[in-house]
């Protein structure tokens, strides 16, 4: 999951303590290294007192199911105000400012976020050479886009040379002409005027407002959210500082007398960059693998928090977020979103959590006892004491009060390894390196598309360590895409569906409930069907017949969940439509070659109550 992407946080505070903050942020570079250290402390402390203040304050739109309240460890959240049914939309808020990631900068409109078909109509600015438009948001002469264009031309330069992530500094520079955008900024700079008309999103205004359900958040908005710039590696930050100087010196400075200056410090954008490096969302899920081909800022989708076990999920549409529950949600329970790929250790996630996101998880599932969470598994190795039916693992993990043991319990009878001590055959240390470095030397051949070879090493790597990982562990988890796409790349539609189903099997009692990720997996299952039929006959058909049933249920439920009842506006639902005609017609095809209606008929029904759900 994208980099999961994903984010956080906050809303729309009171006139006072934004105006303040406002203030705060027009402060220049120069002006600050000049302040002495008391002056810099006292504002320091200044500068926490409003920020209390001003999370104090929030204004939520009153449709909203949910109130914001605080939560111990986890700051802000949203709570349900009343009972939530699963598929309800939470909120839904237009991005405050986006940029297409750079490998999909062709893929979507860079003003309205849409989709732009592949052979369809777009067209790309001749003087920026990056930015692209659909059929309706170009409007030649491209004029006033040329004016923050020329800063587009440098970016990719400086990010190479600073070695800082150039889609973060486009968003950076997107967010401070958001900023720029504002009254204030407007009474300095009138030419700006020109230039907003053309600005990647729609809300130039400086109010928050709600146009059919949908929030258009304002750059006050933002100034909400959580930094954790104490938190970021100095080395990130440096690049990140490197990059805001030199971006300052031609959008801010100035750039050739074409651009007027925005009113930015280069310590402005910093804070800007450290803001989206914690809230900033995935958009666009291209298709039902749920690619994020951009990344965005949504103030208000941003208050909800993280959970390993969230009870809501993202989908964007256009350059619009949605959040729907996936689950019934009670009253008073808090919404949480995921922001990282789930199927993964609890040490896994929190250090992932930890590097990317700079928290220390405190949600459900992280906190529960290992030894009765369902997370034991996916870390563990089976104990071979006869008749246990445990899983060793780390002492450290299992008992919060022996951090530093170095060893190996087992979670039922409580035997205990201490590799410094014992020699023991297949210990679960060496299991677990040695599977390892069996899985990335497969996953590595698989990624060269040397299918053939990948299939047997990850064959006999799921032959050698099953039985010595928990069926569910990462490790055996992780081979087991790879393993289903090197079948079907080399057309064994039986074995692929094989291994798509033990797929769903361990992502459902993992993960039980619905999500984008299993959906995209009964997505796979069901296309392996038709692809089974082309090569069954009518007595396959008749087993394969109750494997559809189970499938078209769920995927009919998963895709409900996940992209709600939306008329099949969202990108990804008009390609599942296109695909599920597709197949529907490869699938007559197969009728008249081998015969097997009964399946064939099964393959067709499950797209079809799949498509009529949208
Ligand atoms: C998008 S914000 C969510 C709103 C935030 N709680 C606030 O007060 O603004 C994300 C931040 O919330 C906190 N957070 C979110 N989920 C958390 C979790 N599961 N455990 C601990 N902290 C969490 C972290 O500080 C994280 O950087």
Not at 137 to 150: I, T
Not at 460 to 476: A, M, Q, R, W
């Amino acid at each position: 999951m994208e980099d999961s992407r994903p984010v956080e946080v906050a809303t729309p505070a009171s006139g006072d303590a934004t105006g303040a903050l406002l203030q705060n942020l027009e402060i220049s570079g120069q002006e600050k290294q000049q302040q002495q250290p008391d002056e810099a402390e006292a504002k320091n402390r200044r500068s926490k007192n409003k920020s209390k203040k001003k999370k104090k304050n929030f204004v939520l739109e009153p449709s909203f199911p949910w109130k914001v309240a605080t939560v111990k460890n986890r700051g802000r959240c949203a709570v349900a105000t009343r009972a939530i049914k699963a598929g309800e939309v939470v909120v839904a808020e237009q991005a405050i400012a986006f940029v297409p990631r750079g490998q999909y900068r062709k893929a979507i409109c860079h003003v309205c976020g849409v989709n732009v078909a592949e052979n369809g109509p777009k067209f790309e600015c001749s003087a920026c050479n990056y930015t692209i438009f659909c059929e309706e948001c170009y409007k030649p002469p491209q004029g006033s886009h040329e004016n923050y264009c020329a800063v587009y031309r440098e970016i990719a330069s400086i990010a190479r040379d600073e070695n800082c992530d150039a889609d973060l500094l486009r968003l950076v520079f997107n967010l401070a002409l958001k900023k720029a955008g504002t009254a204030q900024a407007r009474s300095s700079f009138l030419q700006l005027e020109l230039l907003i008309e053309t600005l990647p999103f729609q809300n130039s205004k400086d109010e928050t407002c709600t146009v059919d359900g949908v929030i258009l958040s304002c750059f006050k908005d933002a100034l909400g959210l959580e930094t954790h710039r104490s938190k970021a590696p100095s080395s990130w930050l440096e690049a990140v500082r490197n990059g805001c100087t030199r971006l300052h010196k031609i959008a801010c400075v100035g750039n050739g007398g074409k651009l007027a200056p925005i009113s930015c410090s280069i310590e402005e954008l910093e804070m800007l960059a450290t803001l989206i490096n914690t809230n900033s969302h995935g958009m666009g899920a291209q298709n039902l693998q749920n690619t994020h081909v951009a990344l965005g800022l949504f103030p208000y989708v941003s208050i909800l928090n993280h959970s390993c076990r969230p009870n809501c999920c993202f989908a964007s549409e256009g350059s619009v977020m949605y959040v729907r529950a996936v689950q019934d949600i009670p009253k008073g329970a808090e919404l949480c979103l995921s922001y990282i790929n789930l199927y993964e250790s609890r040490r896994v996630r929190k250090t992932l959590l930890v590097a990317t996101k700079h928290f220390d998880c405190t949600c459900d599932r992280c906190v529960e006892p290992l030894n009765t969470s369902i997370d034991r598994f996916l870390e563990g190795c089976v104990c071979h004491v006869r008749g246990c039916g445990g899983v060793f693992l780390r002492t450290a993990a299992l008992h919060e009060d022996q951090a530093s043991s170095t060893t190996w319990e087992c979670d039922l009878c409580s035997r205990v390894l201490d590799p410094e001590s014992m020699r023991f055959k297949d210990p679960p240390w060496e299991v677990i390196a040695k599977a390892e470095e069996r899985l990335v030397a497969a996953v590595r051949i698989y990624s060269e598309r040397r299918f053939k070879e990948a299939r047997k090493l990850l064959e006999s790597y799921l032959s050698e360590f099953t039985g010595k990982l928990h069926p569910l562990h990462v490790f055996l988890f992780d081979a087991l895409t790879p393993l289903m796409n090197c079948c079907r790349a080399m057309g064994d539609a039986e074995e692929g569906l094989r291994v798509c189903r033990l797929i769903l099997q361990c992502m459902e009692k993992v993960l039980p409930g619905p999500s984008l990720e299993l959906a995209n997996f009964y997505f796979c299952l069901g296309e392996m069907y038709l692809e089974k039929a082309q090569a069954s006959s009518p007595v396959i058909a008749k087993r394969s017949n109750k494997q559809a049933s189970y499938l078209k249920l769920n995927h009919f439920k998963m895709q409900r969940a996940s992209f709600g009842l939306i008329g099949g506006k969202l990108p990804e639902v008009q390609d599942f439509k296109l695909r599920a005609d597709m197949l529907r017609i490869r699938s007559m095809q197969v009728e008249n070659i081998v015969g097997g209606k009964a399946l064939v008929f099964e393959c067709q029904l499950s797209f079809e109550i799949a498509c009529t759900a949208f």
